[in-house]
């Protein structure tokens, strides 16, 4: 029996669009909104905000600190954090309008996608097109102008990845799943090397924004390894459950092509979830109280892709293991913010009013 499965959002504004009138704006917007898959999006920008906030920057919330050396504490730019956003949403939106672009024919024969706006013949082929484009060039360029030249390469990146590499995969190979996994990953190195660019102390490049000599590069991509992994046992459960449409529509996923490495993968990634919450507080990101209280959410994920593993996606495990990876994700990224390294030993100092610790040349 199928998993019954969310609606599509990008479905259902397509619906709303087709209930507006011919040529009204209400119908325009609502289905290039749908092109940008919006549920996606969203998951996407925060997953990129995450990483930015959660970089460490000197004497955060310390204000005393601050005002007597404000020239040498790097602190993070509320400007830079809208220019990443914007330019993520952008990214986003123009990676999955090109991903429409490639597969209506697949999309109209599967029960999720079939109302999509360009199977329904709700846009121009063309419009979509420059939709897609002039997103993609927004988008890079919010990003180099407002953030940095290495969020805009990623950014870019994941465009070519998620358009040129994963959508043509899924008709050649299961391993399209691992490359759709990287474009997951690349959205909290952006966010990372936002923040990182803020502070940077060097020449700002690639190398030190993301390969810091120091290991400070290494929060970024313990957030990377986070998303990578937890792709997988959100959509090897979700694609169980249409996997007969899959297969009848010729995507190449594993959860038709080989069904039981499709519930192990799943299983093994939600493992991994462990180590990276503790590599997040040895990393000096979290404090190690983080350690603690994500283990509980992370062994209910692993339980839930037991589960999924042990009935191979039968006796609604599939159902289980998929809302479990939906509520597991922003829990960890919630408690990770409010375990921030040293955050409340700060906040605590400017409630309490403690005098800041400060360093005096000695007289000889």
């Known amino acids: 029996m199928a998993t019954s499965l969310p609606p599509d959002a990008s479905s259902r504004l397509a619906d709303t669009a087709?209930?507006?009138?011919?040529?009204?704006?209400?119908?325009?917007?609502?289905a290039l909104l749908s092109l940008s898959k919006p549920r996606l999006t969203v998951?996407?920008?925060?997953?990129?905000?995450?990483?930015?906030?959660?970089?460490?920057?000197?004497?955060?919330?310390?204000?005393?600190?601050?005002?007597?050396?404000?020239?040498h504490?790097?602190?993070?730019?509320?400007?830079?954090?809208?220019?990443?956003?914007?330019?993520?949403?952008?990214?986003?939106?123009?990676?999955?309008?090109?991903?429409?672009?490639?597969?209506?024919?697949t999309d109209a024969?599967?029960?999720?996608?079939?109302?999509?706006p360009l199977v329904r013949g709700l846009l121009t082929t063309?419009?979509?097109?420059?939709?897609?484009?002039?997103?993609?060039?927004?988008?890079?360029?919010?990003?180099?102008?407002?953030?940095?030249?290495?969020?805009?390469?990623?950014?870019?990146?994941?465009?070519?990845?998620?358009?040129?590499?994963?959508?043509?995969?899924?008709?050649?190979?299961a391993v399209n799943t691992w490359v759709g996994a990287v474009v997951g990953g690349i959205p909290p190195l952006m966010g990372w090397a936002a923040a990182a660019g803020e502070s940077a102390t060097g020449d700002g490049t690639w190398r030190e924004l993301l390969f810091a000599s120091d290991g400070s590069s290494l929060g970024g991509w313990l957030f990377a390894g986070l998303l990578f992994a937890w792709q997988f046992p959100h959509f090897m459960p979700l694609s169980w459950g249409i996997r007969e449409?899959?297969?009848?529509?010729?995507?190449?996923?594993?959860?038709?092509?080989?069904?039981?490495?499709?519930?192990?993968?799943?299983?093994?990634?939600?493992?991994v979830f462990v180590p990276l919450c503790m590599g997040l507080c040895a990393a000096g990101i979290t404090e190690w109280s983080f350690a603690v209280t994500s283990l509980p959410v992370n062994l209910w994920l692993i339980r839930q892709a037991i589960r999924f593993w042990r009935y191979q996606g039968h006796k609604g495990s599939a159902r289980s293991l998929f809302w479990a990876s939906v509520w597991h994700l922003p829990v960890i990224m919630v408690l990770a913010l409010a375990?921030?390294?040293?955050?409340?030993?700060?906040?605590?100092?400017?409630?309490a009013g403690e005098p800041e610790e400060e360093e005096f040349d000695e007289d000889d």
């Open 43 to 71: 998951l996407v920008v925060l997953s990129a905000m995450v990483p930015y906030a959660l970089y460490p920057v000197p004497a955060f919330l310390s204000s005393g600190a601050l005002a007597s050396a404000a020239e």
């Open 109 to 116: 024969r599967m029960s999720r996608t079939r109302t999509r």
């Open 18 to 30: 087709a209930r507006a009138p011919a040529h009204s704006l209400r119908r325009t917007l609502s």
């Open 339 to 351: 375990q921030k390294k040293g955050m409340w030993t700060r906040v605590w100092k400017s409630v």
């Open 73 to 105: 504490i790097p602190s993070l730019s509320p400007l830079t954090l809208l220019f990443l956003t914007t330019g993520t949403t952008l990214c986003s939106a123009a990676a999955n309008a090109l991903n429409m672009l490639y597969e209506p024919d």
């Open 245 to 271: 449409e899959y297969k009848a529509a010729g995507l190449r996923m594993l959860c038709w092509v080989n069904p039981a490495r499709n519930a192990r993968v799943a299983l093994r990634y939600s493992i």
């Open 126 to 173: 063309r419009a979509a097109v420059l939709f897609a484009l002039g997103c993609g060039a927004a988008g890079i360029a919010a990003l180099y102008l407002g953030v940095n030249p290495t969020v805009a390469f990623l950014g870019a990146a994941n465009i070519a990845l998620y358009a040129g590499a994963y959508t043509p995969l899924k008709r050649v190979s």
